[in-house]
């Protein structure tokens, strides 16, 4: 599989539907940071991280789908490193999504949305759901607060920097200089707000400011550096100041989400989700709009 390369040992791929997935190479094996959602990316990057060396960690940044879901083709290789805030959400099913099914939606079948990024030859790699679940490949190592990994010559920093999830974390490697944030930072496309807590997000923002960095790989879009924190700062801010000054208008929840919107604003969705974009808006006002009423806890 195609990768862009960051740095001497900083690998990852952006142009993929789903997250940004990413690896380090050391002199003592490899480091994944999220795995792809489409299986045959999976297997492909798999393939391409070992010829490197052996995977020695799998790290991933957060809970959501297209961040966890291709730990399944990662099976056997390596040790799986997730926060406990991440774990105790891994591929759960909730009342508002199942995640299983939303994963489906990539490959051809009854639910998949036919982009021309989706992975049509994941159907045939595609497990049953009782197969899958029996072992998804989460965590065996489950941590709270911050962990340090070494491998060879190589410092993995895992700083639990919670906002856009509550199990967020970023990698920060200092040998490179390069932090992976995961999606505290959405480059250049939508940012996903439903699961958030804005108030979180912005102190999540400000701790990656503190890092000696030249390069940032987000979750989603293309690397930047860290000039691109005021840009993320910005978008968190004005959607919840939109939210905020309609309900102090009055307007109800309805009208909160029909009416409030960014879709002009803030760039497409990432690759191969531009029909999730109505999705992203109504659910983005409706879930702050819970929030800043006190209908659900968060901020
Ligand atoms: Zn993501």
Redesign the pocket.
């Known amino acids: 599989m195609e990768m862009e390369k960051v740095t001497g040992n900083v690998y990852t791929n952006t142009k993929l539907r ?2 940004n997935p990413s690896f380090v190479t050391t002199s003592e094996g490899v480091v994944v940071i999220d795995t792809p959602q489409l299986p045959t990316k999976a297997v492909a990057m798999r393939k391409e991280a070992e010829s490197h060396g052996p995977i020695r960690y799998i790290v991933n940044t ?1 809970h ?1 789908v ?2 966890i879901f291709g730990n399944y083709f990662f099976r056997g290789a390596g040790t799986v490193v997730n926060h406990r805030g991440l774990y105790d959400r891994f591929m759960v099913v909730f009342p508002e999504l199942d995640p299983f099914t939303y994963a489906r939606e990539s490959v051809p079948g009854p639910t998949a949305q036919g982009t021309d990024l989706d992975d049509p030859e994941g159907a045939a790699l595609w497990p049953d759901r009782d197969e899958y679940y029996r072992d998804p490949n989460k965590g065996t190592i489950v941590f709270t607060g911050d962990l340090m990994l070494r491998v060879g010559d190589h410092t993995f920093n895992l700083l639990h920097t919670p906002g856009h999830t509550p199990g967020q974390v970023a990698v920060h490697v200092p040998e490179e200089r390069v932090v992976f944030t ?2 505290t930072i959405f480059s250049g496309c939508q940012t ?1 707000l439903m699961t958030s807590n804005v108030a979180e997000w912005l102190e999540a923002l400000e701790r990656i400011r503190t890092l000696d960095v030249d390069w940032i790989v987000p ?2 879009g293309p690397v930047v550096t860290q000039r691109y924190l005021d840009v993320q700062r910005s978008h968190l801010m004005e959607w919840k100041a939109a939210v905020a000054t309609a309900i102090a208008s009055g307007w109800t929840r309805e009208e909160t989400v029909a009416r409030v919107d960014f879709r002009d604003r803030f760039g497409p969705v990432d690759v191969g989700q531009g029909y999730m974009l109505d999705y992203i808006q109504t659910l983005n006002a409706g879930s702050l709009y819970d929030k800043l009423t006190g209908a659900i806890p968060g901020s």
Request: hydrophobic fraction near 10%; aromatic fraction near 10%.
């Open positions: 789903g997250c957060e959501h297209d961040h995961g999606d996903w979750g989603h």
